[in-house]
T-cell receptor, first 113, second 108 residues
Framework: GAGVSQSPSNKVTEKGKDVELRCDPI?????LYWYRQSLGQGLEFLIY????????KSGLPSDRFSAERTGGSVSTLTIQRTQQEDSAVYLC???????????FGPGTRLTVL | KQEVTQIPAALSVPEGENLVLNCSFT??????LQWFRQDPGKGLTSLLL?????REQTSGRLNASLDKSSGRSTLYIAASQPGDSATYLC???????FGAGTRLTVKP
């Protein structure tokens, strides 16, 4: 079946603008994760959704970042008033349950000019 | 909070060598551990998933072991090939924390 998909694949924006990044998880997967990967760096956890539970937002770096998951499926990561340090690849992953393995999308490369 | 460490940070070997990548974690109360491969500019590809009740998993030339008591996992790559060149990451699935990765280069 289809894997995790993300859109857009690339996004170039100007400093101060808002951006929305989309993630479509594997159908039926109840867990969804967002990560950020800056150039040459490891994965930085941002936020985790599990079913209908309140999301784990402990990794969001500032209040400019927010995410929602509608209908337990598609998720949108929103970055308001983007800054140059927000430039990174944003990766989404989903799993059927936390113990069953996690599957990643191809990522969205965000460049803030 | 779980800390995941991968050693070495980078490794360069000639083609054909067998090699071991290391992953250590601080909290042994993990669900499972998963190894991934990341090619430059790409997303993560799952390689092996080790359930917490297992000690190892094998797929082709790859073998991953898990020792919860010592907080360690190793990824063994047999007969390395230039196509194995990538960054390898381990993730502890109890809280989805990743190591920083090992950047592997296999020279022809």
């Amino acid at each position: 079946g289809a894997g995790v998909s993300q859109s857009p694949s690339n996004k170039v924006t100007e400093k101060g603008k808002d951006v929305e990044l989309r993630c479509d998880p594997i159908s039926g997967h109840t867990a969804l994760y967002w990560y950020r990967q800056s150039l040459g760096q490891g994965l930085e956890f941002l936020i985790y959704f599990q079913g209908n539970s309140a999301p784990d937002k402990s990794g969001l770096p500032s209040d400019r970042f927010s995410a929602e998951r509608t209908g337990g499926s598609v998720s949108t990561l929103t970055i308001q008033r983007t800054q140059q340090e927000d430039s990174a690849v944003y990766l989404c992953a989903s799993s059927l349950d936390p113990s069953g393995g996690v599957y990643f999308g191809p990522g969205t490369r965000l460049t803030v000019l | 909070k779980q800390e995941v460490t991968q050693i070495p940070a980078a490794l360069s070997v000639p083609e054909g060598e067998n090699l071991v990548l290391n992953c250590s974690f601080t909290d042994s109360a993990i669900y499972n551990l998963q190894w991934f491969r990341q090619d430059p500019g790409k997303g993560l590809t799952s390689l092996l998933l080790i359930q917490s009740s297992q000690r190892e998993q094998t797929s082709g030339r790859l073998n991953a072991s898990l020792d919860k008591s010592s907080g360690r996992s190793t990824l063994y790559i047999a007969a390395s090939q230039p196509g194995d060149s990538a960054t390898y990451l381990c993730a502890v699935l109890s809280d989805m924390r990743f190591g920083a990765g090992t950047r592997l280069t296999v020279k022809p």
